[in-house]
């Protein structure tokens, strides 16, 4: 909805003139438009042939048409490209651009760090600026991304380019209720936005309409288009309309023909720009791998720390458990360096502020599961280090590129225990990653177990998260499809877990198959000392014929209840999410919280009866439950039919206070009398309270007394401004405060899309808004001036500080590039 500039109305009588120039100015900008696209079609012939040739482009730097000012742009986006420092073109762009801004489908891949976000950028604002997109056309462009990561830095990458552009532009990635982002929806011209939190607003948003999309784009679209958003991904895309131009992008890209017919595309052009290329990665990254045991990863890592401390490195584990305890643990044995952690159970604010205190440090060493493995764009990262073997190729070659990235050198390396390295030499080989072996320096090692262990004993959070971590690393080595690198059996677990200064390895419980079976009859082999006389215990009592259930056992365990506390205390912010992700575990643990099916089993197995019978107490009822029919067993699961055994509850009431007293308590007989005549008590009561309301009527009083002063002091210095603003509007003299921001007008406008306004609100117009500090610092006066004299109606929206938090994106994504 068009901004009223308030400033800006033309007087009656200049009305014809101003139409006149109007209707000339729309001719003059189609005429230049035809030109765009007439140059586009030329541009397009030639880039498809060289693309077809599959021709290496020449030093980029030498090569004049390289540049993006050869390139027919708009001039929003030649200028925003300009400002942001974008001058040559690098192979990718040079290659995918011409044929995005033709409209052609793409499939593009190109290594990390090789610009593949301009590279679908550029065709998306200059698809809608052809076009002649406005605030009415709705929806133009979604681009989807895998994880809110790298939509946010997508979403930066075209606040800067986009920056003289006016269409409006949003971040959809959740962390705000759905119905806040819903009615921003409506207004936006290109959204960034992750699928799952996309497909929520397609299905619940009423109103939100995409039928006018011209533009899908998928980045990282191999990891968008595999099963983990499978579902989501192909029930978006019904919602869209399927004659759009859709680009897909990444650096392990593939012609996957399910993928193509899933998405409509239409004769798509694949640009797969490093096919040709001797290695999968950038030539500017060193690559090293190093056989260390499990056992000993813990030390070769703090070692290999120590040794580094000057870099900025990242450190891929394989799980947010993992990435938890080795935190705290190097936390505790303090490297010399500044650490910080990242993995998906993080709140989003945490996750985004993390984000931006790596990428603004000089040395630091990052923890961190995958959700930074793909296209996010750290700047300055020296080493790139993988304790945890990647899944596959694709995630090394994912995870490795986030250093190097565009002509910067980098350096990685991959700790492999001696069972994983075969296997992932083998695949790394027939992938084209050059990689190669060194030894760990013996005198670098520095061995930490002793100190963890004896920081586990005596912090029993540690030990809990160093549990937890000692379980998801053995169940993601469990879950692995590929048995060529990954075998559990080949794992040393007890010395693992006694690396974890654990005291022994916790029982894990296979999901399926004959491990459950064996690990059932076995006695407990891998049990910790402690857990072993528990055993000899339980035996003892079982033959006695005690009936005792799993639960009993579980509550005599010190570390369980006992932990979970202190644990949640340790993780602090993330203890929502933690208590959440323990149900990943769930299969796994040998101790289990919930009362399902597989617990029905253990308990069958250790309780004693005969087999199919349980008896379950401590529900609260009179009567034990006792499980001897399936029936019974569904009903265990249905929280209504086991109220009845939970027994009856009793009935409070709270006072004002809020303590809770029986409801039907009455004064005894002789406390009655005790406290006088009836009538002399009623009298007593009524006196008593009337002083009670007295005392609040003065504090009431004195409060709408200063209410009243507060408003008014308001009112008179909104007056005071007020006059302050007519004096600023009158023709400036020379010298009074020529430097005042020229912008300062254009941010203090209504903002768009608020509604029609009545002439009651007209006066509201008058009244200045808090004056908004500089987005673009690096802008130039020139520039500003430039937007302040464009043409057109909308909004500008300025965010005083960098955005580093969630509010702050929101109020980006509110405003972003509209006019
Ligand atoms: N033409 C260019 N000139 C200078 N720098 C560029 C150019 N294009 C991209 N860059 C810079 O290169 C870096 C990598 O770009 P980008 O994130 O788009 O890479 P990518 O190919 O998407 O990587 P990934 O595969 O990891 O997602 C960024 O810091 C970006 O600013």
């Keep these: 909805?068009?901004?009223?500039?308030?400033?800006?109305?033309?007087?009656?009588?200049?009305?014809?003139?101003?139409?006149?120039?109007?209707?000339?100015?729309?001719?003059?900008?189609?005429?230049?438009?035809?030109?765009?696209?007439?140059?586009?079609?030329?541009?397009?012939?030639?880039?498809?042939?060289?693309?077809?040739?599959?021709?290496?482009?020449?030093?980029?730097?030498?090569?004049?048409?390289?540049?993006?000012?050869?390139?027919?742009?708009?001039?929003?986006?030649?200028?925003?490209?300009?400002?942001?420092?974008?001058?040559?073109?690098?192979?990718?762009?040079?290659?995918?651009?011409?044929?995005?801004?033709?409209?052609?489908?793409?499939?593009?891949?190109?290594?990390?760090?090789s610009g593949k976000t301009l590279a679908f950028l550029v065709p998306v604002l200059e698809k809608l600026y052809r076009?002649?997109?406005?605030?009415?056309?709705?929806?133009?462009?979604?681009?989807?991304?895998?994880?809110?990561?790298?939509?946010?830095?997508?979403?930066?990458?075209?606040?800067?380019?986009?920056?003289?552009?006016?269409?409006?532009a949003g971040l959809v990635i959740g962390g705000k209720s759905l119905r806040e982002e819903a009615?921003?929806?409506?207004?936006?011209?290109?959204?960034?936005?992750?699928?799952?939190?996309?497909?929520?607003?397609?299905?619940?948003?009423?109103?939100?309409?995409?039928?006018?999309?011209?533009?899908?784009?998928?980045?990282?679209a191999d990891r968008i288009m595999d099963m983990g958003f499978q579902s989501a991904v192909d029930a978006l895309v019904e919602h869209l309309p399927k004659s759009r131009q859709t680009m897909l992008f990444s650096a392990t890209q593939s012609k996957k023909v399910s993928d193509l017919a899933r998405l409509s595309l239409k004769d798509p052009e694949y640009v797969a720009v490093h096919e040709a290329a001797a290695a999968a990665t950038p030539t500017t990254l060193t690559q090293h791998y190093l056989v260390t045991p499990l056992a000993e990863k813990m030390e070769t890592l703090y070692g290999f720390i120590k040794a580094n401390l000057k870099s900025k490195m990242i450190v891929f584990l394989s799980s947010g458990k993992q990435v938890r305890f080795v935190y705290e643990s190097f936390r505790h044995l303090q490297p010399g360096i500044p650490l910080l952690h990242l993995h998906g159970r993080q709140k989003q604010v945490a996750r985004l502020e993390i984000t931006s205190r790596f990428a603004a440090a000089k040395y630091s060493c990052?923890?961190?599961?995958?959700?930074?493995?793909?296209?996010?764009?750290?700047?300055?990262?020296?080493?790139?280090v993988q304790m945890d073997c990647p899944e596959d190729t694709d995630t090394y070659i994912h995870r490795v590129g986030r250093t190097a990235r565009y002509e910067r050198n980098g350096k990685a390396v991959l700790f492999l225990d001696p069972s994983e390295e075969e296997g992932m030499v083998k695949r790394l080989e027939q992938r084209k990653v050059p990689i190669q072996k060194v030894n760990v320096r013996e005198k670098k090692k520095q061995s930490v177990k002793n100190q963890i262990q004896d920081m586990c004993f005596k912090n029993p959070d540690l030990k809990y998260l160093g549990q937890k971590a000692f379980i998801s690393y053995t169940r993601s080595v469990h879950l692995q499809k590929d048995k060529e690198i990954f075998d559990l059996k080949k794992l040393d677990l007890d010395a693992y877990a006694a690396s974890l200064g654990l005291p022994g390895a916790p029982q894990i419980r296979f999901q399926k198959g004959e491990d459950v079976k064996k690990l059932k009859n076995a006695p407990r082999a891998g049990l910790s000392s402690d857990s072993e006389s528990e055993l000899e215990e339980e035996k003892k009592k079982r033959k006695k014929g005690e009936v005792r259930t799993k639960y009993d056992r579980m509550f005599e365990r010190t570390n369980q209840d006992v932990l979970t506390s202190h644990y949640n205390k340790l993780?602090?912010?993330?203890?929502?999410?933690?208590?959440?992700?323990?149900?990943?575990?769930?299969?796994?643990?040998?101790?289990?919280?919930?009362?399902?099916?597989?617990?029905?089993?253990?308990?069958?197995?250790?309780?004693?009866?005969?087999?199919?019978?349980?008896?379950?107490?401590?529900?609260?009822?009179?009567?034990?439950?006792?499980?001897?029919?399936?029936?019974?067993?569904?009903?265990?699961?249905?929280?209504?039919?086991?109220?009845?055994?939970?027994?009856?509850?009793?009935?409070?009431?709270?006072?004002?206070?809020?303590?809770?007293?029986?409801?039907?308590?009455?004064?005894?007989?002789?406390?009655?009398?005790?406290?006088?005549?009836?009538?002399?008590?009623?009298?007593?009561?009524?006196?008593?309270?009337?002083?009670?309301?007295?005392?609040?009527?003065i504090s009431d009083k004195q409060l709408a007394k200063e209410r009243r002063r507060e408003k008014k002091e308001k009112r008179k210095a909104r007056e005071a401004m007020e006059n302050d603003e007519a004096m600023d509007s009158m023709p400036r003299l020379s010298g009074v405060n020529d430097d005042e921001d020229p912008l300062a007008l254009m941010a203090s406008l209504p903002i768009a899309g608020e509604g029609e306004r009545g002439d009651s609100e007209a006066s509201e117009e008058k009244r200045p808004k808090k004056k908004a500090k500089k987005w673009f610092q690096d802008d130039s006066e020139d520039e500003r001036e430039k937007i302040k004299n464009r043409k057109g109606k909308g909004k500008i929206i300025e965010v005083g500080e960098a955005p580093d938090t969630l509010e702050d994106y929101e109020a980006l994504a509110a405003g972003l590039l509209e006019d």
Aim: charged share 30%; with cysteine; proline share 4%.
């Design 1 to 113: 909805m068009p901004a009223v500039r308030a400033g800006n109305r033309a007087p009656q009588k200049q009305k014809p003139h101003k139409e006149n120039t109007k209707s000339l100015k729309r001719k003059r900008d189609q005429e230049d438009i035809q030109k765009l696209q007439n140059a586009v079609d030329e541009n397009a012939r030639n880039a498809l042939l060289k693309n077809r040739a599959n021709k290496t482009l020449q030093d980029p730097k030498s090569d004049d048409t390289t540049k993006f000012s050869t390139l027919p742009l708009s001039k929003p986006t030649a200028s925003g490209l300009e400002a942001s420092h974008f001058q040559n073109l690098t192979d990718v762009q040079a290659r995918a651009i011409p044929l995005g801004l033709k409209g052609r489908d793409i499939l593009g891949a190109a290594k990390t760090g």
């Design 131 to 168: 076009a002649q997109w406005t605030e009415y056309d709705g929806l133009g462009a979604l681009i989807i991304s895998p994880t809110r990561e790298l939509a946010v830095q997508i979403f930066e990458v075209l606040r800067k380019i986009g920056r003289y552009h006016t269409f409006s």
């Design 183 to 220: 009615e921003r929806l409506g207004r936006m011209n290109i959204l960034v936005c992750t699928p799952g939190r996309m497909l929520q607003h397609l299905d619940q948003t009423a109103g939100f309409d995409v039928d006018n999309l011209q533009i899908l784009v998928l980045d990282e």
């Design 366 to 384: 990052l923890f961190a599961t995958d959700v930074v493995a793909r296209g996010v764009d750290f700047p300055a990262v020296d080493w790139v």
């Design 571 to 697: 993780i602090g912010d993330e203890g929502q999410a933690a208590n959440n992700d323990d149900s990943d575990d769930q299969d796994f643990l040998s101790v289990k919280r919930v009362l399902e099916g597989d617990d029905l089993n253990e308990a069958e197995w250790s309780n004693g009866l005969a087999p199919g019978k349980k008896i379950i107490t401590g529900l609260g009822g009179e009567e034990p439950f006792v499980v001897d029919s399936k029936r019974r067993e569904k009903m265990l699961k249905s929280k209504k039919k086991m109220l009845k055994f939970k027994g009856k509850g009793d009935k409070v009431v709270f006072d004002d206070e809020g303590i809770a007293h029986h409801p039907y308590r009455i004064k005894g007989e002789e406390d009655f009398i005790r406290d006088g005549s009836a009538e002399a008590q009623r009298q007593k009561f009524v006196e008593s309270e009337a002083v009670k309301v007295k005392e609040a009527d």
